[in-house]
C-alpha cells in the first residue's frame, strides 16, 4: 500500500452508518491509512467519481432514493470504472445480490452489517484493486512500447534502399526483421563507372 490513504466512497442514504464507520475505522482515518467520502444516493455518488478522487473501493447500498444502487453500477459499466464496488444487501436477498454481481459488483456484505467483515473486506478489495491497476499499468507500458517499435520500424524501413533501377546490374534487397524491431541495415550505391558497393550492417543480438 502506497504512503496515501486510500479513498473508499460510501453510497448510502442511512444517516447512521457514517458516524459506525467513522467509529470503527478512527484509528485507520486519523494514521491516514483510510479516507472515507459519503454521498446519499447514486447521483452525488456519480459526481465525486467524475471528479477523479481516486477511489478504490466503493461501499454501495442498494436501495436509496433519486439513483440506486443498480442504476450507478450500470452508469460505471458505461464508463470502464476499476474501481472495486461492494453491495450492501439484506440477508438473503439473493435475487438482488445476483443482479448487482452480474452489474458489475466486485464483493458483498449483508445488513445488519458485521462491522470485522466489513474491516475484511474492504482489506481484501483493496488488495485486488491495487493489483488491477499494476497491471492496467503494464499494459499501457507494453501499449506505449509497441507504439514506439512501431515508429522505429518505420523509420528503420525508411532508411533502407527501395528502389534498385539506377544500378546497371541487377540488385535487389529488403529487411525482414523476425520480431517487430530489426536493426539490421543494408545499403547500395555507385562507387564509379565500373563499381557498384554495397555494405550490410548487423546488429541483431547486440541490444540497443
Known amino acids: ?5 486510500v479513498k473508499i466512497l460510501v453510497v448510502d442514504d442511512e444517516p447512521l452508518l457514517e ?7 478512527k484509528n485507520k482515518i486519523r494514521d491516514k491509512r483510510y479516507q472515507f467520502t459519503f454521498a446519499s444516493n447514486g447521483v452525488k455518488a456519480l459526481e465525486l467519481l467524475r471528479e477523479n478522487l481516486d477511489f478504490s473501493v466503493i461501499l454501495l447500498d442498494l436501495n436509496m432514493p433519486v439513483m440506486n444502487g443498480f442504476a450507478l453500477l450500470e452508469q460505471m459499466m ?13 440477508y438473503g436477498d439473493m435475487i ?7 452489474g458489475g459488483a466486485s464483493d458483498f456484505i449483508t445488513k445488519p452489517i458485521d462491522l470485522v467483515d466489513l474491516e475484511n473486506t474492504i482489506e481484501r478489495n483493496i488488495a485486488r484493486f491495487e493489483a488491477l491497476k499494476e497491471a492496467e499499468l503494464s499494459h499501457q507500458k507494453l501499449v506505449d512500447l ?3 517499435l512501431d515508429v522505429a520500424k518505420e523509420i528503420q524501413h525508411s532508411l533502407i534502399p527501395t528502389d534498385f533501377h539506377p544500378f546497371p546490374i541487377e540488385a535487389y534487397g529488403e529487411v525482414l526483421p523476425s520480431k517487430a524491431m530489426g536493426g539490421n541495415f543494408f545499403d547500395i550505391f555507385t562507387l564509379d563507372q565500373d563499381k557498384i558497393g554495397f555494405f550490410i550492417g548487423d546488429v541483431v543480438g547486440n541490444g540497443i
Open 96 to 102: 438482488n445480490l445476483r443482479k448487482a454481481m452480474n
Open 1 to 5: 500500500m502506497s504512503g496515501f490513504p
Open 78 to 90: 458505461q464508463e470502464g470504472r476499476l474501481e472495486r464496488v461492494i453491495v450492501v444487501t439484506a
Open 19 to 25: 458516524s459506525l464507520i467513522n467509529q470503527k475505522f
Open 146 to 148: 509497441s507504439k514506439e
